[in-house]
């Protein structure tokens, strides 16, 4: 059942048009596969961003004000794990772990009724992606359940940018860069440390004129008004 469950869950995510078809597609499939609820998160720069800034989720707000009330956004230990995930991580609030931390955060789960899960890392993603699945109860999961899981998870990535939700500004960043020289780099590089003219002048032994004339044409080759609009075209705003 479990395969035909999940090639039918396919199906309907390639057949989703908006964000409300997608949406009503997976929890349905998820429940018939033993989960009652799921998160896709796209390209967060950061590892909190995950829970606290989802893409799509079927978690509830109260879940996430908790989670960041308790102090879990910083003392999660499957997260702190999540640059070592391969494929997929499995987890239960059963398992004999000794750490306290881990101890203290399945008691959390516990209490708001979660028991196990499987944890996919979205590799067509660029910056930090993950497919979530929540269980009710503790256990562990068969091999070919947790690779549907997979499947279904890189499948929801694929529509979620169709559908233009979470989308990186990592291309955007890097077609801008590509627009401007090597020296233009440099120059505006410095400038994002807020460095001055006069301050990058000296730096990369240049006239202040030489300086000038290359930010207005960073500014005319970008399309924008100001040295900052031109930081956050090529390096997000830092």
């Known amino acids: 059942m479990g395969v035909y469950v999940a090639v039918q869950a396919i199906e309907a ?39 606290l800034d989802p ?10 004000q908790d989670y960041e009330r308790l102090g879990w956004v910083r003392n999660n230990p499957l997260l702190d794990e999540f640059g070592n995930i391969p494929v997929y991580r499995t987890w239960s609030v059963d398992a004999d772990r000794p750490d ?5 955060y399945a008691e959390f789960l516990t209490d708001i009724g979660m028991g196990s899960g499987i944890v996919v890392p979205l590799a067509k993603c660029p ?4 497919f979530c699945v929540e269980a009710p109860t503790p256990g562990a999961f068969p091999l070919d359940l947790v690779q549907q899981v997979a499947i279904l998870g890189n499948a929801t990535a694929i529509k979620v940018e169709m559908l233009g939700l979470g989308a990186s500004d990592v291309a955007d960043e890097s077609a801008a860069l590509r627009a401007l020289s090597p020296q233009q780099v440099k ?52």
């Open 100 to 104: 306290r931390q881990f101890q203290e």
């Open 187 to 238: 120059i505006l590089k410095w400038a994002a440390e807020g460095k001055s003219n006069t301050d990058i002048a000296t730096i990369l032994n240049l006239s202040k004129r030489g300086v000038a004339y290359h930010m207005s044409e960073i500014l005319r080759k970008l399309g924008v008004a100001s040295r900052a609009q031109a930081v956050s075209a090529c390096f997000g705003g830092r």
């Open 127 to 130: 910056l930090m992606s993950v």
């Open 55 to 64: 893409t799509l989720t079927t978690l509830s707000d109260a879940f996430r």
């Open 13 to 51: 995510i390639r057949e989703a048009n908006t964000v409300e078809e997608l949406k009503a597609a997976l929890p349905s499939s998820l429940e018939q596969l033993g989960f009652d609820n799921f998160g896709i998160s796209c390209n967060k720069k950061e590892a909190d961003e995950l829970v």
